[in-house]
T-cell receptor, first 118, second 119 residues
Framework: AQKVTQAQTEISVVEKEDVTLDCVYE???????LFWYKQPPSGELVFLIR??????QNEISGRYSWNFQKSTSSFNFTITASQVVDSAVYFC???????????????FGTGTLLAVQP | ETGVTQTPRHLVMGMTNKKSLKCEQH?????MYWYKQSAKKPLELMFV???????ENNSVPSRFSPECPNSSHLFLHLHTLQPEDSALYLC??????????????????FGDGTRLSIL
């Protein structure tokens, strides 16, 4: 069975601190995709990154970076020099690969609420 | 307008009412999704439509009835709902998954959701 675990329910940091959000996944597929989404108070889920299972290269985008470790089934997300605007719920998700071409089914974790205090 | 638009943003209804949620996407996508987000639970996929055809029904009770008249519009018709159906309902869209060497799981783009409260 596929599963995504975000063990950190809530994290509170002070502005300018670095923070890492953990994501651990389970899958039997050899090909899969991992995603991070941000959900601000407005409710909309904002796509942040997609990573396929064959690409273990870490990625950096501005203050955001992602560490994909296939050996530990983890896909952690680090925000450097956090800002108040980073306050949101962050979801990690795993996508099944369906060679029937039918769907793009996402399995989400329960999310981590990040509160950045000024 | 761009992106994925959901209306209404908030809906309060009694258990015997009938209402509909609407989703519209302006991204040229051909797959659309309904998700349910309840407090302290992962987002739950409800339905998937590819090119207007339903390809996934995740064991959703029949009191939820989806409709996809075209690739840009998706509805969720509600009737005789239960209090436990109170949640945030999110619509998403993406490019259709392709087969073969061009296979790619495209990111889903979400709307702001409809906050549904059942009295």
């Amino acid at each position: 069975a596929q599963k995504v675990t975000q063990a950190q329910t809530e994290i509170s940091v002070v502005e300018k601190e670095d923070v890492t959000l953990d994501c651990v996944y389970e899958t039997r597929d050899t090909t899969y995709y991992l995603f991070w989404y941000k959900q601000p108070p407005s409710g909309e889920l904002v796509f942040l990154i997609r990573r396929n299972s064959f690409d273990e290269q870490n990625e950096i985008s501005g203050r955001y970076s992602w560490n994909f470790q296939k050996s530990t089934s983890s896909f952690n997300f680090t925000i450097t020099a956090s800002q108040v605007v980073d306050s949101a719920v962050y979801f990690c998700a795993l996508s099944e690969v369906n060679y029937g071409g039918a769907t793009n089914k996402l399995i989400f974790g329960t999310g981590t609420l990040l509160a950045v205090q000024p | 307008e761009t992106g994925v638009t959901q209306t209404p943003r908030h809906l309060v209804m009694g258990m015997t009412n009938k209402k509909s949620l609407k989703c519209e996407q302006h991204l040229g996508h051909n797959a659309m999704y309904w998700y349910k987000q309840s407090a302290k639970k992962p987002l739950e996929l409800m339905f998937v439509y590819n090119f207007k055809e339903q390809t996934e029904n995740n064991s959703v009770p029949s009191r939820f009835s989806p409709e996809c008249p075209n690739s840009s519009h998706l509805f969720l018709h509600l009737h005789t709902l239960q209090p436990e159906d109170s949640a945030l309902y999110l619509c998403a869209s993406s490019h259709l998954l392709l087969r073969g060497p061009n296979f790619s799981n495209q990111p889903q783009h979400f709307g702001d959701g409809t906050r549904l409260s059942i009295l």
